[in-house]
């Protein structure tokens, strides 16, 4: 039983680990696409 606690623990860490990661990902494709957005935005402007 040790093994499937084991087994279920390190599922869960996995799965948390990966949501962070994803999370940072995100965040820094948001701000990339913001200094896209706002390099488009002074060309387009002049």
């Not at 040790?2 to 940072?24: H, K, P, Q």
């Amino acid at each position: 039983m040790e093994y499937v606690w084991a087994a279920y623990s390190v599922t869960w860490i996995f799965i948390f680990a990966y949501t962070l990661v994803l999370g940072r990902r995100q965040a820094r494709l948001l701000r990339e696409l913001a200094a896209l957005r706002e390099a488009i935005g002074k060309e387009s402007a002049g």
